[in-house]
C-alpha cells in the first residue's frame, strides 16, 4: 500500500519562495506519475505539476515558469519549488501518484499573504 506524506506548507509573502515535499511509502516504483494539485477556499482541485515515470513535465498555465516539479528516486520523494509566489497561489496543495491506481496525500497549505 503506498502512502504519500507532504510537509513544507506555510505563510509566506507575496514574491516569496516556498518548497513543498512528498515522501512516499510502500509499493511505489519509478514509473508512478507524481503530480501536485491544489484546492483554493470555495474553489475545485485543479492539477499545478505532473512528472511522468519518464521524466516528463507538464505546468498548469497558472504556475508555468515560477514551479518546478522534481523527484528524488532514491529518498521517494518528489518536491514541488514554488517562486514568486501570488496570493492567488493560496491553497491546501495534494501530492498525488498514479499508476493503474491513485493515491493521494493529506495536503499541505500554502497561505500567501502580507
Known amino acids: 500500500q503506498v502512502q504519500l506524506v507532504e510537509s513544507g506548507g506555510g505563510l509566506v509573502q507575496p514574491g516569496g519562495s516556498l518548497r513543498l515535499s512528498c515522501v512516499a511509502s510502500g509499493d511505489i516504483f519509478d514509473d508512478w506519475a507524481m503530480s501536485w494539485y491544489r484546492q483554493a477556499p470555495g474553489k475545485e482541485r485543479e492539477l499545478s505539476a505532473v512528472?511522468?515515470?519518464?521524466?516528463?513535465?507538464r505546468y498548469a498555465d497558472s504556475v508555468k515558469g515560477r514551479f518546478t516539479i522534481f523527484r528524488d528516486r532514491a529518498k521517494n520523494t518528489v518536491y514541488l519549488q514554488m517562486t514568486s509566489l501570488k496570493p492567488e497561489d493560496t491553497a491546501v496543495y495534494y501530492c498525488?501518484?498514479?499508476?493503474?491506481?491513485?493515491?493521494w496525500g493529506q495536503g499541505t497549505l500554502v497561505t500567501v499573504s502580507s
Open positions: 498525488h501518484a498514479a499508476r493503474v491506481v491513485e493515491v
Open positions: 512528472m511522468t515515470g519518464g521524466g516528463s513535465t
